[in-house]
């Protein structure tokens, strides 16, 4: 399972770096962005494995992030795991909506998050 390269879309500095820290001590490649204008350039230039993407972001939000990802030939197939705050329970009903591959939320819970990661990645190989 190591090495595979997980895009983490993120503006936080602590969560970036809670992110980065967990997945590079599972194994992972880590690419981060930390607004989603390069979050779909970094999806289309590396094409990762597995995109985390937050949804209050810089500009464009996770939403529109995830749609522009989809919408590209080279990225569509990538899973993307939804990052949410969880004291905003209708960033999750909307990012539900948009159709996300998993979810996750702030402040992130390790076991849950290395749980998401390994069973989203297990998924999206299962369907390549
Ligand atoms: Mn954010």
Known sequence: MAGE?????EDNDKNMKLARDV???KGYRVAEAVTGEEGVKIAHEQVP???L???QLPGIDGIEAFR???GDATTKHIPIVAVTASAMPEEEAKM???GFDGFLTKPINLKEFVSAV???LA???GAA
């Open 49 to 51: 494995q597995l995109i």
């Open 96 to 98: 539900k909506k948009a």
């Open 68 to 70: 522009q990802i989809r």
């Open 123 to 125: 998924k999206g190989k």
């Open 53 to 55: 993407m937050d949804y």
């Open 5 to 9: 390269l997980v895009l983490v879309v």
């Open 118 to 120: 390994a069973d989203t």
């Open 23 to 25: 997945l590079t001590a």
